[in-house]
């Protein structure tokens, strides 16, 4: 027993030397979660003016109850829904897709115009003038024609999930959930790092599918729907963010199970988002996802894939470059994210990384990893090239 607290006590020190020594010490302020429902919910429970009967709670209200609800609304009440609460139906899980797409736009448009004022407003400081401008250009680059917001929450750092492709129409889907320092500003940079963005990810995923089966009808979601840490501060060594996160990833893929003709996707979680995914898992069905990838991961919280409880198809991959590999996988006093998911005997079907460049490259066209990824996504799992080491990782893996 003395051995082993020993082991965890050096262990946990290592933990917070490493992290501080690790691509420079980024200290990171401490995070407050955003939670609950979407700005508007009360205004949204209170009213019964134009149905004559109680909307479904935002927060409390099943997705599949949201989708019944829906169902039974004319075209015309559910625009009329948009016009008055659209924070709330473009965030609210079980609503159909088109629908919140167009609230997510009526938002965003709103939120725009409010920014654009602020901008201008002589009143406040030359700071507050230039953050409120970033914003207005930010909310204006959402808005560009085509684009499909899928969920628009503008507090804190801001959230934020967009589909690309056609979502009602795909064969095969997957949802990209991120790590640290994404947010409604960072989710689709088209700077050096571009494949270390849940969009970049997102549209290399569906390249990549293109390119191995032609002709599949496929969709992807970057979703930036919890609050992620920001740099390697004591956000990212511990799980309170993930805790916070978990129930809304449920909740989200909830809500796409309630669509119908929607298939299961694939869940990526890169780096911290694979300890959101960890702390879902056990909630997850088949209904909700077909798989679960997770990579660049610094632990799930679990000491093994069985331990996760989950039914879901558990996948891994670490480059051999990936400064995470440095990272102890320990859990004490909170600190650390458990035994990496990666490793021989945890469990996960380990697959190839090669030619993937250190912690945000396991999707850069040309790497093993975005086309093992792609093939698990369609479910073409004799293409799966296994890591070196778990040779037999897709063997009895059917579609």
């Not at 599918?209 to 956000?235: F, H, N, Q, S």
């Amino acid at each position: 027993m003395k051995r082993r607290l020993k082991r965890a006590m050096t262990a946990a020190a290592l933990t917070g030397t490493v992290i501080a020594a690790t691509a420079g010490w980024a200290a990171g302020s401490q995070q407050t979660a955003v939670t609950g429902p979407p700005p508007g919910a009360a205004s949204w429970r209170a009213d019964t003016s134009a149905l004559g009967r109680t909307l479904p709670d935002p927060e409390k209200a099943r997705p599949d109850q949201v989708a019944a609800f829906f169902s039974g609304l004319t075209p015309h009440r559910q625009q009329a829904l948009v016009r008055r609460h659209p924070l709330v139906a473009g965030n609210l899980d079980g609503a159909p897709v088109s629908l919140r797409y167009a609230a997510n736009r009526r938002a965003l448009r709103a939120e725009l115009t409010r920014h654009q004022s602020r901008a201008r407003d002589a009143a406040l400081t030359s700071q507050d003038r230039r953050q409120a401008h970033s914003k207005a250009a930010r909310y204006a680059q959402l808005l560009v024609r085509g684009r499909q917001i899928l969920a628009f929450d503008p507090r804190g750092r801001g959230q934020v999930a967009e589909v690309y492709g056609n979502l009602a129409a795909a064969q095969r889907t997957a949802v990209v959930v991120p790590g640290s320092d994404i947010d409604l500003a960072t989710f689709d940079s088209k700077g050096a790092n571009k494949y270390g963005t849940p969009a970049g990810m997102a549209q290399s995923l569906r390249d990549g599918m293109a390119e191995a089966k032609a002709g599949t009808r496929t969709a992807v979601i970057a979703w930036v729907g919890y609050t992620t840490p920001v740099g390697l501060g004591p956000d990212a060594a511990t799980a309170r963010l993930s805790d916070a996160g978990a129930p809304r990833l449920e909740r989200f893929l909830h809500g796409l199970a309630a669509q119908p003709g929607v298939p299961a996707p694939t869940l990526l979680c890169h780096s911290y988002g694979s300890v959101v995914c960890g702390k879902a898992a056990h909630k997850l069905t088949r209904h909700d996802a077909a798989d679960l990838v997770v990579f660049g991961s610094p632990g799930m919280h679990a000491d093994s894939a069985a331990r996760l409880g989950t039914r879901l198809r558990v996948w891994a991959a670490r480059d051999a470059g990936d400064w995470i590999a440095r990272v102890p996988n320990v859990q004490f006093l909170g600190l650390g994210h458990g035994a990496d998911p990666a490793a021989d005997d945890f469990g996960a079907r380990v697959v190839s990384s090669v030619r993937a460049d250190g912690h945000t490259g396991y999707l850069e066209p040309g790497t093993d990893s975005r086309a093992n990824f792609a093939a698990i996504t369609l479910g073409s799992y004799e293409a799966v090239h296994c890591a070196a080491r778990s040779q037999q990782c897709a063997n009895g893996v059917s579609s």
